[in-house]
């Protein structure tokens, strides 16, 4: 948990050698800490002004703040969006796996919600991308950041598309 008192989740690596990591990657004992990798990136992001190193070096960046659909806890996902003049769209990929993010169930949930885009803070509502428009903003993403298409190559599912509409 953020100090203050925001729960974590969100950003699924795009491969091996996570520069905050706490553990070696060969080291099977020791599980890959999400929330601490999260912590840093977030912590990273504010004090720069919503950039982020690492595995993130040079790609946009947002922090999407949820509720939790069951719990109401408030949490935060770093997510690499795409970003269209004005308009945001998130991706729930979880690196391809078979199912979705929860913070993707927490915002259908609860779609009135903020995003963090460089230093502001903007209060959005979700709306999913269904159909031919997801499928021509996927591709964007894809073209832009190509670890996008194996993560759909990696999992049945259609990997679902949201818009963070300003309110």
């Known amino acids: 948990m953020a100090d203050d008192g925001v729960r974590l989740t969100g950003a699924v690596p795009d491969g091996a050698g996570h520069p905050w990591e706490e553990h070696e990657m060969s080291d099977a004992s020791a599980p890959f800490d999400m929330a601490a990798m999260n912590r840093a ?3 990273e992001f504010r004090a720069t002004g919503g950039r982020a ?16 659909a069951r719990s109401g806890t408030e949490r935060i996902a770093p997510l690499v969006p795409l970003l269209d003049g004005e308009r945001i769209f998130i991706f729930a990929s979880k690196g391809g796996a078979d199912t979705n993010p929860d913070w993707y ?4 949930a609860n779609p009135d919600t903020r995003v963090e885009l460089g230093t502001e803070t903007l209060p959005v509502r979700v709306r999913e991308v269904t159909g031919p428009e997801r499928d021509e903003v996927y591709a964007r993403q894809v073209a832009l950041e190509p670890q996008f298409g194996e993560y759909q190559r990696s999992t049945e599912r259609t ?3 949201l818009e963070l509409q300003r309110t």
Do not use: A, D, Q, R
């Not at 190193?53 to 939790?68: D, S």
């Not at 169930?105 to 259908?108: R, Y």
């Open 159 to 161: 990997i679902p598309v």
């Open 105 to 108: 169930h927490n915002l259908l």
């Open 53 to 68: 190193g690492g595995m993130f070096e040079g790609k946009p960046l947002v922090l999407v703040h949820h509720t939790g």
């Open 41 to 43: 990136v977030i912590e």
